[in-house]
């Protein structure tokens, strides 16, 4: 596994990056092609200790967690992401195996760590609406009107469908299509 670090309002030292390689490097087994692995560390108010952790593996898929430790403690933090990926991988096994053509992931997973999986989603509700031209600006403002977490719109710039989003941790932000 490829890995890339990035720091926000705090320095590591050597031995949390070698901890997080280490720790990460157990999810190696799901893939069989090299995957990246992108790590961000940083300490919130309050001294929150973070750590967003994205995989991407060599066909594209994501893989992302977002954990803190409230105490302060980084390796415990990573920890957390780890523990999260392994389990939404272990979780979804079978249909990301499915879906992405056994090619994103080894099917093969010890029966001690099998989980009860969800064969289908209920999509419970269906909605259809024109999607209107506007700024990435209005789109939030019309997002924030409905009080809705999200919101899709035809981005007056580009001509393609976009979407605003609130994000967790505060903030907004913008996914954009490509075709």
Not at 49 to 58: D, G, H, N, P, Q
């Given at each position: 596994?490829?890995?890339?670090?990035?720091?926000?309002?705090?320095?590591?030292?050597?031995?949390?990056?070698?901890?997080?390689?280490k720790k990460i490097s157990k999810l190696d087994k799901y893939f069989p092609q090299e995957a990246d692995a992108f790590v961000t560390f940083a300490v919130e108010k309050k001294n929150r200790?973070?750590?967003?952790?994205?995989?991407?593996?060599?066909n594209g898929t994501l893989f992302r967690a977002q954990e803190e430790d409230p105490d302060g403690d980084m390796r415990g933090?990573?920890?957390?992401a780890v523990s999260f990926i392994d389990r939404r991988?272990?979780?979804n096994k079978t249909r990301?195996?499915?879906?992405?053509?056994?090619?994103?992931?080894?099917?093969?997973v010890p029966a001690e760590f099998d989980v009860a999986e969800d064969t289908e989603f209920d999509v419970v509700r269906t909605k259809r609406f024109a999607v209107k031209p506007m700024t990435a600006d209005e789109a939030i403002l019309q997002m924030n009107l409905l009080d809705h977490s999200f919101y899709v719109f035809r981005n007056v710039d580009t001509d393609e469908i976009d979407v605003v989003y609130r994000r967790?941790?505060?903030?907004?932000?913008v996914i954009e299509t490509e075709q």
């Open positions: 596994m490829k890995f890339t670090f990035a720091c926000k309002k705090v320095t590591l030292n050597d031995s949390i990056k070698a901890y997080a390689e200790c973070v750590v967003e952790l994205t995989i991407r593996a060599a933090a990573i920890d957390a991988i272990r979780k990301l195996a499915k879906n992405l053509r056994s090619e994103a992931l080894v099917s093969e967790n941790n505060g903030g907004y932000g």
